[in-house]
């Protein structure tokens, strides 16, 4: 509840105000405590107060129990002993509805929540999609050859399209990006399938979330409640949890320094928050306590929901000013380990042993130490968190429809788009090589079959010269042959005439024949 200038979250075992200061809000916080102890509660009575601030907030529902901030809470005999009890009548307690925006990665429970594959970026989608270390260097690499090529990656079959173009072009990127596995390759883009398979791949996709649209407010200036339907989406923890950290992200890269304000320009609840960290390789658990320790500067303030203040790494965990530790059950060795870790994260009360107190809460009871003034955290004290309100639990299907279609969001987020991008260019470059291939086979083959036609008709020609040339050759022979039997039988008759008329037939038959042979020598000569 908001009042004074401060949200009033509990009341002391003096019966005295617990508040949450303004000013200190973005220097996050924990809501802990087992299930069934009233942490959603307290969720819901920071949202409200920071939303009467004008504050705008985001939350993950993960149960489906927050949409009811859209409606007034309901009187009953347990809500006036509460009112009584906090003297909440006295200080203008209302039944109140809060402006709210829904919204759902899978488009069903709310506005769809998409962004581009390019702007989740190779890290993050690295652990949506299990990939080992060389998997990811190789992803990092697709990424990289994309944007050198001005390859804009939308959705995943852009990913899909670009991972098989380098896979059948790899020789050729060896040079510039190194060896790239096909095979990796390969078990890259069966992760992205399964991913489909899931349904996650609606994520992925344009008109992609502008985050400054969730700085908004509602009326009378209330700060909207960005809520993320996430009952679907925690059945895949590891999804749900890079979404969350992706947002945490943008919204580090996307708002300026603006140093201590008054009050925050934004706080955000992430719940079940151990899914944030687990299985986190070291690379972006380093990137998450980054952010987390310096987005506060940017007026952001984070506030993790979990079970046990364990499940939050010790360089997270000592960013988190402002604690409020619901009860903790202790049956093993290891559940006293774990109490006794919560207890030594406060500043120690001297009237009581925290790790005690933290065993003996009951529902809507809570430890808590808050920052003061000069940003110390109080020392640790039991509190009961006062009643919320807006309406506990859901609302029906009707009323989350109308609320969705009022919202100035709907028609910008709704309809999904497909802009041209990595997959409708390389399908353009793949028919365009397709028809290039093409076209020069069908020219090498007419260049081909020309030169056969040329060789053939060169072929022919010779032929045909050598047969004239041939012909030629036998009729000078046959002429030579007259001619040189003619001279040599004469010749022949002169010399043998000296010897008789027997002697003159000898020597021109010898003379003709003589001459003949000599000119056949000649010719193949």
């Known amino acids: 509840m908001y009042k004074d200038g401060k949200i009033w979250v509990a009341n002391n075992e003096n019966g005295e105000k617990v508040f949450l200061l303004p000013k200190m809000a973005n220097r996050h916080g924990l809501i802990a405590g087992a299930t069934g102890t009233g942490k959603t509660v307290t969720l819901k009575v920071l949202a409200?107060?920071?939303?009467?601030?004008?504050?705008?907030?985001?939350?993950?529902?993960?149960?489906?129990?927050?949409?009811?901030?859209?409606?007034?809470?309901?009187?009953?005999e347990d809500m006036q002993a509460r009112i009584r009890r906090f003297g909440l009548d006295e200080a203008g307690f209302t039944?109140?509805?809060y402006p709210a925006t829904f919204w759902d990665v899978?488009?069903?429970?709310?506005?769809p929540l998409r962004t581009t594959v390019s702007e989740m970026g190779p890290l993050l989608l690295s652990r949506i999609l299990g990939l080992n270390d060389l998997q990811r260097d190789i992803l990092s690499i697709a990424f990289k050859i994309a944007d050198d090529n001005d390859l804009l990656l939308v959705d995943t079959k852009d990913l899909k399209a670009m991972l098989n173009y380098i896979s059948e072009n790899n020789k050729e990127f060896a040079a510039d990006y190194g060896n790239i596995s096909k095979v990796s390759i390969a078990a890259i883009v069966r992760a992205i399938v399964s991913l489909e398979i899931e349904g996650a791949d609606k994520f992925f996709f344009e008109p992609a979330l502008n985050i400054r649209d969730f700085f908004t407010t509602g009326e009378g200036g209330k700060g909207?409640?960005?809520?993320?339907?996430?009952?679907?989406?925690?059945?895949?923890?590891?999804?749900?949890?890079?979404?969350?950290?992706?947002?945490?992200?943008?919204?580090?890269?996307t708002l300026p320094e603006v140093g201590d304000l008054?009050?925050?320009?934004?706080?955000?609840?992430?719940?079940?928050?151990?899914?944030?960290?687990?299985?986190?390789?070291?690379?972006?658990?380093?990137?998450?306590?980054?952010?987390?320790?310096?987005?506060?500067?940017?007026?952001v303030g984070i506030y993790f929901v979990t079970q046990n203040p364990r499940d939050i790494p010790d360089g997270v965990l000592a960013q988190l000013g402002n604690k409020i530790?619901?009860?903790?059950?202790?049956?093993?060795?290891?559940?006293?380990?774990?109490?006794?870790?919560?207890?030594?994260?406060?500043?120690?009360?001297?009237?009581?042993?925290?790790?005690?107190?933290?065993?003996?809460?009951?529902?809507?009871?809570?430890?808590?130490s808050l920052l003061d003034e000069d940003g110390t955290p109080t020392v640790v004290e039991k509190v009961s968190i006062l009643p919320p309100q807006s309406l506990m639990g859901g609302i029906d299907d009707s009323l989350r429809e109308k609320e969705i279609k009022q919202s100035v969001l709907y028609s910008k987020y709704y309809e999904a788009e497909d802009p041209d991008s990595a997959y409708e260019f390389l399908e353009r470059k793949g028919i365009a090589d397709a028809?290039?291939?093409?076209?020069?086979?069908a020219e090498e083959e007419a260049a081909k079959a020309k030169a056969k036609e040329e060789a053939a008709a060169a072929k022919a020609k010779e032929k045909e010269e050598a047969a004239e040339a041939r012909k030629k050759k036998q009729a000078a022979k046959s002429v030579g042959n007259a001619v040189a039997g003619t001279v040599g039988r004469e010749v022949g008759k002169t010399f043998g005439g000296k010897f008789g008329k027997f002697g003159k037939t000898l020597g021109g038959n010898l003379?003709?024949?003589?001459?003949?042979?000599?000119l056949s020598t000649l010719f193949k000569a």
């Open 95 to 97: 039944y109140t509805k």
């Open 325 to 368: 530790q619901h009860a903790l059950r202790a049956y093993t060795p290891s559940d006293m380990k774990a109490v006794k870790a919560a207890a030594d994260s406060f500043r120690e009360n001297p009237a009581f042993k925290t790790a005690d107190v933290i065993q003996e809460l009951g529902t809507g009871e809570a430890v808590c």
């Open 106 to 111: 899978f488009g069903k429970e709310g506005i």
């Open 224 to 253: 909207m409640i960005n809520i993320l339907d996430s009952t679907s989406l925690i059945n895949n923890g590891t999804l749900y949890a890079t979404f969350l950290l992706w947002m945490l992200s943008e919204l580090f890269e």
């Open 262 to 299: 008054d009050k925050p320009k934004m706080v955000f609840f992430f719940d079940e928050a151990h899914l944030l960290f687990a299985d986190t390789p070291k690379l972006l658990m380093d990137k998450i306590e980054q952010v987390v320790k310096l987005i506060r500067s940017k007026g």
């Open 48 to 76: 409200e107060g920071f939303s009467d601030m004008g504050v705008p907030v985001f939350l993950a529902d993960v149960k489906g129990d927050l949409s009811g901030m859209v409606s007034e809470g309901r009187d009953s």
């Open 435 to 441: 028809e290039a291939k093409a076209k020069l086979k």
């Open 511 to 518: 003379g003709a024949s003589l001459g003949r042979g000599i």
